[in-house]
């Protein structure tokens, strides 16, 4: 197997991974804040999905992201990294299709690449100078730890959390 496609299906592996956990709640479900310093399963899945679409769409890709697009549909910040502090009630269905706009693109910029371009150093505005495939291995762990933050807050309201 070449290096892009394992990267590739990392990446997607995790983007699926983050739908399935990210489903079968209703609205309340899906914004419930649970006790302690927990997030709300939408604040999770909207953070994990923009930080994919900053970083793949933005930084590696160079294109605009769709955030805002999708942020203004919720009531959420144009600012992803506000998100944190919004009270705004954010819409499953609206973060499902934000999911499936970004998915492709992602994907498409995955498959672009050779496996000698994963070796390219790029400002990553974070988190210093790294490798494409450092950016794209940090998309796939940061996204699949929110899905399994999601499962737990599914879990602590009485819900399927994993879907295994």
């Known amino acids: ?41 939408a604040k999770l ?36 990294m506000e998100i944190w502090g919004s009270d705004a009630t954010i819409s499953l269905e609206v973060m499902q299709a934000y999911a499936e706009a970004i998915k492709g693109p992602i994907l498409e910029y995955v498959d672009s690449l050779s496996d000698e371009d994963l070796d390219r150093e790029i400002d990553t505005r974070f988190a210093g100078t790294q490798t494409i495939a450092w950016v794209l291995q940090l998309v796939g762990s940061h996204t699949l730890g929110h899905a399994g933050e999601i499962s737990a807050v599914k879990g602590t309201q009485g819900l399927k959390g994993l879907p295994f």
């Open 45 to 80: 899945h909207a953070h994990a999905l923009s930080g994919a679409d900053f970083f793949v769409t933005g930084i590696l890709a160079g294109q605009p992201s769709k955030w805002p697009e999708f942020a203004s549909q919720t009531g959420l910040p144009e600012n992803a």
């Open 1 to 41: 197997m070449k290096a892009k496609d394992y990267a590739r299906s990392q990446v997607e592996g995790a983007l699926d991974f983050l739908a399935t956990c990210a489903k079968d709640m209703d609205e309340a479900q899906y914004n419930h804040k649970p006790d302690g310093t927990c997030n709300s399963a």
